[in-house]
């Protein structure tokens, strides 16, 4: 059985302004072209279709379009919305499309009913669970103590009664403890969004979506595929790929990757602005098509230093120094590392500013448990 695991298409984003329609529908076309090749079984699209619960034309026609070719190639594909999508609106028409082999993953109503795919090892099934938080989970089993991200997805397997003995997939969109995240990802208070990998001990096979690095988390057939384009710089050393899964008899899976190259590559360059503008520098590294972000070491700044790069470098998103200036103004602003810290972590430093003292320990758990509450949507 091969399986073709794919996720966070962020159909629609826009990166430093820039629209990446272009670039998606690019990388689509390949995607297309590896499935053609491979001849899978099935394709899995672990959530995260859209950038937005409300998506632009230019979004749902690009995912129309990738759906019908898969279509039309007899295809199937199933698929699960993510934490950027709105649930109701992507599995709306899902019965009528599952007549031509797209499948998509209902709301979640405390159920998950399993696909069965067979091939000559027998049967392999497969279950779609889209992105849940506790409270989702709640509604549908009041008697269950769920606190945590991890005793809801526990509850929701439970619930699907897995057979532990045939083969099983299962197709979700959650942050399970020990991955690695990047900065275009959206992270909880303090991680509290962690799920324990022990909850899918009953699958050969989890086909993850929510981050954009592709990676293994706790054993292999756990994995992350990671997004088919690079959405923000913290990810410009990655390799984007798709992962092709294929399943033996039960307990041989065997994973592999096959590279993507995008229209324009999303790169970090750094040096003088003499450096950066030679000729030998820009146009035999191919940079001058690619998407960038530049850091000048000059202690002086370069007057219209982005409208004079953009000559060079047209795709250019984000010109910045690193000189003794910057360095003393980020020691005393202390915002270099703003973004990798939590809600809760800045509430504190802000506290702290505001009052010439630290938080208590009070006031911190009243604020965690404040901030935990919002996230799961109750208040």
Known sequence: MKLIHLSDLHLGKRVNLYSMIEDQRYILKQILGIIQDEKPQGVLIAGDVYDKAVPSAEAVGLLDEFLVRLSQAQIPVYLISGNHDSPERLAFGGRLMAHSGIYMAPVYDGTVKPYVLEDDHGPVYLYLLPFVKPAHVRRYVPEKDIRSYT?????AIEA?????????????????????RCDSEECSVG??????????????????????????????????????????????????????????????????????????????????????????????????????????TDEEDIPDGMGKLRIIYPYLMKLDYDNQRTRTQQQVEGAEDVERKTP????EEFYELQNGQPMGEQQRAFARDLMESVWEGER
């Open 151 to 155: 005793d809801g997805m526990r509850t």
């Open 160 to 180: 699907m009664e897995v057979d532990k003995r045939v083969r099983n997939v299962l197709v979700t969109h959650q942050f399970v403890t020990g991955a690695t």
């Open 191 to 296: 991680g509290t969004d962690n799920v324990d990998v022990s909850v899918f001990d009953p699958f050969d096979y989890v086909a993850l979506g929510h981050l954009h690095g592709p990676q293994s988390v706790g054993w292999e057939g756990v994995r992350y595929c990671g997004t088919p384009l690079k959405y923000s710089f913290s990810e410009a050393r990655q390799e984007k790929s798709v992962t092709v899964v294929e399943l033996e008899e039960k307990g041989t899976v065997h994973i592999r990757t096959v590279p993507l190259h995008p229209l324009r590559d999303l790169v970090e360059l750094r040096g003088s602005y003499e450096q950066v503008t030679l000729r030998s520098f820009y146009q035999e590294s191919g940079y001058s098509n690619a998407y960038v972000h530049i850091t000048l």
């Open 344 to 347: 809760l972590e800045l509430l």
